[in-house]
Every structure is written in structure tokens, then in C-alpha cells.
DNA sequence: CCTTCTAAGTTTAGTGCTAAAGTCTTCGAG
DNA sequence: CTCGAAGACTTTAGCACTAAACTTAGAAGG
């Protein structure tokens, strides 16, 4: 993934200023939506330098992390091909190839042709790679507790609903020609 | 940016399956906290493939938005410097030289030498690169209001409240070297 | 069988990024 | 002055990604 590891700049406006900001230069602009939508990008860019000098700490890229991920929810015996695997992780097949090369060569999966259908690839989890996984994934719940540490339970609750709606929105609609959501279903 | 125009597959799991395989696979999960960090995840990937299609269609990347924005936010005159520009993006200044070239070429920013300070350069926007901004923005806006169409306006202000209050957390403190957040001031 | 079609991966060419080395102005100390 | 050091980009080398062309195994039809 190789995300900068530098985080964006002490210069870089408050959330505040830069609704102001939006605000005087134009003005059909809401600025509760704008408050969630902004707070929404900014957060996960932080979360992401985080979670990126995390994994650094294991030796690993954010990129090997998110592979990894996939594998283990997949379930035992932790198999999928090299296309599957693009789908659910947004990259294309090319992509794939070259991320397997790299991970099988670090001893993190393994790749092999399956015997029934010689077309197919099977891209296996290795003992290794599920060590790594678990380690990743000791230090990110760690850190995922630590950053909602301010909120009571209630206020996770809420704030979990209210995200899960919002994905719904997202998940089931897509921005038509003018851009506008529409209902898929 | 240049991010792919895929979504994530079909067959990726649904957000509660992901959280119950999760949970199979490493007991000392918390499912409130992972059902925010996960949705919040998946949130973000899904925004930023509908913003990246919506200024496609105007003809820019993802990434010259994103310099537009930084531009026009900084107020009249709507210059800086690319090291500024650098830090407030997050990205390297040799990757913000050649990105400003690029929108030099295209006639969205100008690139001119400081002449109090030979060594300085500003990056100041063009008026198209202004018309642009203001067209992917009235997108963008738009396409915002719908993200949040299902939601209340107490609903709005309560989500933007605690998303504001986690990324106090995450702006105000960085993880030590154990990964633990800490406090800095 | 033998041809054609399709699906799954891989390879190639080109883009955009990072890290690190290089250039050119300006500033400060002798 | 002038030399050294620092600051602000730019350049170079190398990596990871996309799009598109290519390869090969299995499926479908005559």
C-alpha cells in the first residue's frame, strides 16, 4: 500500500476552519453534512498511518496486511484464488499476480495450480502467515479499544448504527450518470 | 489517484459476517468496537470510488481534486507553495513536483518562482481550475446530501459529534512505539 | 476428435508514488 | 566578501498499481 508516513502537515486547517473555509467560498454548502463527511475522510486517513507503522512494526506492509485479513475471514482451511482475492480487495488481477509473488516469496502464503481444474490457482495461508495475522491483529484491537476509549457504550452503540446505515446507503445505491444515489434493488 | 473503478466483489462478506468470522477466529474481540472501525473502513472505500467516478467525469483524477481543494481552501489568491501543498496532502514533495506538472499542463494551476525568494515557487489556481472545483464540489455536495438523505437532522449533528470527538483522539495522540495511544500534550 | 469460445492468470507498457541524491538560492559566520 | 550550511524544490531509481494484450486449460459444438 505503501501509504506516506508522514502525517498531513501542523499547517493543515482545523476541521473547523476548513468547514469555514467551504463555507465562504460556497455557500449551498450544509455544514452538518459537510461536519461528518469531512470528519469521516479525516479520520480514516489518520487510522490508516496508524494502522500502516503497526504492521511496519511486524515487517509487513498495509498491503500484505489487508491480504491476510481476507485469507484468515475466509475461514480454515484459509484458500482463495488469485481473482477472488483482487474482487474483494479492490485490485486488478495484475495486481494480484505481483502481491502473491512477493508474499509467497516472504513465506507468507503459499501458490499452487489445483489439480482438478490446471487453470485455477490456489493462494493458501501459511502457518506463518497466520502468526503474522494474529500479531497484526493483537496490536490493531489494541489500538481500535484506545481510540474509542472516550465513548461510553451507548455511545458506540449509536455510533455503530448510524455508520451501519450510512454503508447501507452506500452499498445498495450507486451514483447514477448525473452522480445522483439511486436505488439498485 | 488512480484507484481502481471496481467495487469490492459480490462475494465479499457482509459487514455482520465479517464481524461473527472475526470473532471465530480471535476471542478477544470486542463486536462493538469492530462493527464502528470495520464500518467506517468500508464507508470510506465505497465514498471515495463515487467521488473518483463523479470528477472523472469531469475529466480530473481523484488527485486533482484533492489539490483543488487544498488550493481553494487556503483562500484568495488561492496560492502555495508544492512543499505546503506537499505536507497538507500527505505526500512526498517529489510526487506533488510532478503532480503540478501535470495540472500545469492542463491548465488547472500556474507554477510561477517566488521573486522576493528565487528559491520559492507558487502553485496558484486557474480560473478553470476554479470552475472545476466548483463544478466536482456542487457533485460532490450533491452526492453527500443523499449519503446522508435516511438520517435526521439530530441524528446528523450526534454522528458528526462523536466522529468529531474520535478524531480529537487520533489528532492528539500517536501511537508509541507499542502501538498504544498516548497523549502528547 | 478438432475447432472455437471462455475463464483464470500472467505479462507488458505506462503512470504515479517513495526514498534518496542532486541543484540552486539564500543566510550567517568568519 | 566568501565560504559553509540550510532550505526548497527537482531529479533519479525503483516499486506497486492499472489497462490491455497474451497464454493456456477446460467447455461446447459440429
Keep these: 500500500m505503501s501509504e506516506s508516513t508522514e502525517e498531513p502537515g501542523p499547517s493543515e486547517p482545523s ?17 452538518q453534512v459537510e461536519q461528518v463527511v469531512s470528519a469521516l475522510g479525516r479520520l480514516n486517513r489518520r487510522m490508516n498511518v496508524a494502522y500502516g507503522r503497526q504492521v511496519a512494526a511486524l515487517g509487513i506492509s498495509n498491503a500484505e496486511w489487508e491480504v491476510l485479513k481476507t485469507l484468515v475471514l475466509s475461514g480454515s482451511p484459509y484458500r482463495l484464488g488469485p481473482g477472488e482475492l483482487a474482487k474483494r480487495l479492490g485490485l486488478t488481477p495484475a495486481a494480484m499476480t505481483h502481491r502473491i509473488d512477493r508474499m509467497a516469496g516472504e513465506g507468507l502464503v503459499t501458490r499452487d495450480r489445483d489439480e482438478n481444474n490446471r487453470v485455477r490457482v490456489i493462494v493458501e495461508l501459511t502457518d506463518e502467515g497466520r502468526t503474522k495475522w494474529l500479531e497484526a491483529m493483537r496490536m490493531a484491537s489494541d489500538f481500535e479499544e484506545d481510540l474509542l476509549q472516550d465513548l461510553s457504550g451507548d455511545e458506540r452503540g449509536v455510533l455503530g448504527e448510524l455508520l451501519v446505515r450510512l454503508l447501507r446507503r452506500v452499498e445498495h445505491a450507486q451514483p447514477d450518470a448525473g452522480g445522483r444515489l439511486t436505488d439498485l434493488d
Tied chains: 1, 2.
Excluded: V
Excluded at 473547523?16 to 450544509?30: G, P
Design 15 to 31: 476541521l473547523d476552519e476548513q468547514i469555514a473555509a467551504y463555507q465562504r467560498e460556497f455557500r449551498d454548502l450544509d455544514p
